[in-house]
């Protein structure tokens, strides 16, 4: 493990921090720490950033209460960057935004990956601004007990294709199936971050576990 003098801060002893949450992955904020902003973070386990505008020590959620839990702090391999995962209570964003990184700048179409947050965006477009002959719109206008039959009618076909051992049939109805999950996801409120956290919980218990067992 690293001790803090092995780390190479700027001439102005600042060291770039890149914040991310633990459980989805998603960069949260950029920001800069010195020792000492390092060390208060390390004691109490709460990032702890140098302003540069201020010229002083901030302490992340002290005004707002959105305070960021730290999980690990790792550098890299110039050790010259710091990449700190946290758990955060509330946005890492001054505009109330999960994260500071929300504006497109350049994005190639040839190339752009497919996400699953550009899925859900879509579908959520498709609540908010009804869009005539629109088959998402069509399943929110009927609501939850329709939408809530398609989830089921499409796990059944799910388990029909997977029980005929057909791959490409069963990697088709998953699909199906997925987009239906997302449709009522958005129905209620419910984001991928939410799923990925819940997911994230059961790893850090399962983790747990495993290290109780290990020490007996």
């Excluded at 859900?120 to 009927?142: H, P, Q, W």
Aim: aromatic share 6%; hydrophobic share 40%; net charge negative.
């Amino acid at each position: 493990m690293l001790n803090i003098d092995e780390l190479k801060f700027d001439e102005k002893g600042l060291i770039p921090a890149i914040v991310k949450d633990a459980r989805t992955g998603r960069v949260l904020t950029l920001a800069y720490m010195n020792k000492e902003s390092l060390s208060v973070t390390m004691e109490k386990k709460l990032t702890c950033f140098w302003s540069r505008s201020r010229q002083e020590l901030w302490l992340k959620g002290e005004t707002s209460g959105n305070y960021q839990h730290v999980v690990s702090i790792t550098a890299d391999c110039d050790r010259d960057a710091l990449l700190v995962s946290v758990i955060p209570e509330g946005p890492a964003c001054h505009t109330g935004a999960v994260s500071c990184f929300n504006d497109l700048v350049f994005e190639d179409p040839e190339r752009g990956d497919f996400s699953i947050d550009a899925l859900v965006e879509l579908i959520r477009g498709r609540k908010d601004e009804k869009k005539e002959g629109s088959y998402t719109t069509y399943l929110f206008e009927k609501g939850l007990d329709k939408i809530l039959k398609k989830v089921g009618e499409e796990s059944t076909e799910v388990i029909i294709a997977a029980k005929a051992e057909d791959k490409k049939e069963t990697i088709y109805e998953i699909s199906d199936l997925a987009y239906h999950v997302l449709v009522l996801m958005i129905q209620m409120g419910i984001s991928p971050d939410d799923i990925k956290a819940e997911l994230a919980s059961r790893h850090v218990i399962d983790h747990k576990v495993k290290q109780e067992k290990m020490t007996k």
